[in-house]
């Protein structure tokens, strides 16, 4: 009976759409995924805050030009932590530690746009959030919450106006202050354009499928399922850019327990469900350990210059 059962595997096998091989999957790896739309999106972005961001500052040295600036431009506290060398994330955190010094209920972090609404909304918290941009980094109440290596760019002086002169710093300085936000993009790009593919690999057939969307026998939700008529049948994963271990090590521990759900339901189901990982990006590529476990529990592995195989897979099996 096993070599019966090994006949059939041996059959299968051979009339599946073959897996891509790990390192022919590497060679084709997109290190940094480029959108001529996002670019220029961007370029333009750091073209317009450089030409407008030094007379929109100019009166920050003092409290009233600090805040009369933060209160006439949406992009105030982005602009003003790039002119001097803070993080976005710190900051946030600084504000985070300030609150719960102040004994408030910390039910998640403040973004930035909050965090100026809020200046502008509570005239006590506006203070002393540009007291602590002003001269943070001298003030000895400051000192003891915040670590100095922190603290030590939390002040506006003549070295800060002078930044505003050279328009070269102030273009370094902005796309710093926006990478995070180009990052997103870029990666939003990425994905749009994996779906892109996905529908054209569905639409000529007539096939159906859907976006985040929730398999119950699995408990698990995928990017994009698949169906064969109502049965989901391709199950797709996918990710530009992850580039923290952490992260790429709870992908595929996600990644995993599908493959162990999907291989426990196929055992049962005569309707067979695959999985599908779509990733790229120089963090997978730099880190392999994680990728190869993705690609050993994956029914395929692709990248966007592979992207295409997913036609012959919707193909064969729906």
């Known amino acids: 009976m096993a070599d019966d059962e090994n006949v059939v595997k041996r059959m299968d096998n051979d009339k599946a759409i073959k897996k891509i091989p790990y390192d022919e999957y590497i060679k084709t790896a997109t290190m940094f995924f480029i959108s001529d739309r996002v670019e220029s999106q961007f370029l333009k972005e750091i073209d317009d805050a450089t030409s ?6 100019g009166g920050i040295l003092t409290e009233d030009g600090l805040k009369e600036y933060i209160q006439c431009d949406t ?12 993080s976005s994330e710190k900051f946030k955190r600084v504000i985070t530690t300030l ?24 005239p006590s918290f506006m203070d002393e959030v540009c007291d ?14 915040i670590p100095s290596f922190y603290l030590e760019n939390f002040r506006i002086d003549n070295s800060t106006i002078a930044r505003l002169s050279n328009p070269d710093d102030l273009r370094r300085l902005i796309k710093k202050g926006i990478e995070g936000k180009y990052n997103i993009s870029i990666g939003n790009a990425y994905a749009l354009e994996i779906e892109k593919k996905i529908a054209e690999a569905c639409y000529k057939r007539g096939i159906l499928f859907e976006k985040n969307k929730k398999i119950s026998t699995l408990g ?27 992260t790429q090590t709870r992908y595929k521990e996600s990644a995993e ?8 339901y196929n055992k049962s189901h005569t309707n067979k469900m695959v ?4 990733l790229d990006g120089a963090g997978w590529v730099g880190r392999q350990s994680d990728l190869r476990a993705i690609y050993l529990c994956s029914t395929y592995l692709l990248n966007i210059k592979t992207i295409n195989q997913l036609d012959d897979i919707v193909q064969y099996y729906c």
């Open 52 to 57: 407008t961001l030094v007379a929109k500052m």
């Open 75 to 86: 992009n105030s506290i982005d602009n003003l932590l790039s002119i001097m060398n803070i």
């Open 99 to 122: 609150r719960i010094e102040k004994g408030h209920h910390i039910s998640g972090e403040w973004d930035l746009k909050k965090i100026r609404r809020m200046m502008i909304e509570r």
């Open 132 to 145: 602590l941009l002003r001269s943070g980094s001298k003030d000895e109440k400051y000192k003891s919450i």
């Open 220 to 246: 698990k939700t995928f990017d994009y399922v698949i169906f064969n008529s109502e049965t989901a049948a391709i199950l797709i994963m996918s990710s530009y850019n992850i580039t923290t271990s952490s």
């Open 257 to 264: 327990n599908a493959a162990a759900f999907i291989r426990e």
């Open 275 to 278: 999985l599908v990982n779509i």
